[in-house]
DNA sequence: AATACATTCAACCGCGCGGAG
DNA sequence: ACTCCGCGCGGTTGAATGTAT
């Protein structure tokens, strides 16, 4: 059995929308908000497609959009986002206010993949999938290729804290992700957590991890932690980063799943290239 | 001025996910 | 456990526009 269309595309409008079409889009979601876009056309007297209310209302007629050149702030943003996230456009949109998935998208693809391709032409592939390489592969690859792609991917741990500071002092933000808990976090929430506003100006710890001192002592020896801090990460801004470590590798990243709120992805930054490189599942069998 | 070619970006399309029943 | 449905996502298309010849 096919999958029924999601309007009968015959007698329906397609293409550029028109003046009074927005018109009469935009009235109809001030008036009854979004949602059920596929009655939408049907109520609001729009001979157009469901989906493509949808599409119209989120790329261009919504209040809050931004338009015109990307600032080179942004620009950055985008670049290390995508360094981080892959082609996840609407997570990548949901870290600059105003503007849309399509956009970005858009903007990368005519701009900033052609700009990255040059500088770093070895690196223009896509998102590369989740590695099998052991850690110590991967960390010594990620020296020799240092700006990898993460695919962030779920690994389970039992509790974590995170610190983050705020209006100049720290506030605590405690969580506890133990099995078969059920609150749920968006993927914009969790990336919230870990980056804060400034992206990458935060300083956080992040502890309780049954990990036995697997990651840090041994895989991270560069990094100036001591036995009793053997299950503890840390993340922090760049100069504190660079106080820490000869070869500036650090942990910098740790995903809660927004699907499974036991689950966290690890991955390294290494501050010098700005690149994240993840860590190999396999090596927390039967650790975590 | 006319034409060809390149670039941009709004819009479309198909697929996957999650919730409801 | 299964199907159906609505929604959202990412890849792709093609019309509009800009630039070169």
Redesign the pocket.
Known sequence: ?G????CD?EGV?????SVIEDGILSNFIKLHG?????DIPKRAGLN?????C???W???LRPDIKRGNFSEAEEDLIIRLHNLLG?????IAGRLPGRT???I???W???LSKRAHQDHPQNNK?CHPFTTKSPTTLLTSAHHQPSPVIRAKPFRCTKKIIFTESNGGINSVTRETQNNTTA?TSDTARVDDLMGNDCFSSYGVIEDFDFDGLLIPQQVPEINIDDEEANELKWCDEDEANNLTHQNWLVGQLFES??HNDDVDISFLNLQSDSFMDLDPSCLDGKV
Do not use: H, V
Not at 3 to 6: H, I, M, N, V
Not at 13 to 17: D, E, L, V
Not at 48 to 52: A, I, P, V, Y
Not at 87 to 91: G, V
């Open positions: 059995m999958r029924k269309p999601c595309k409008n397609r293409g550029t929308w979004e949602g059920k876009w596929r157009r497609c469901g989906k493509s949808r599409l119209r989120l790329n261009y082609n996840r456009w609407s997570l998935d399509n956009e998208k858009n903007f693809n005519t701009n896509p749920s927004a699907e």
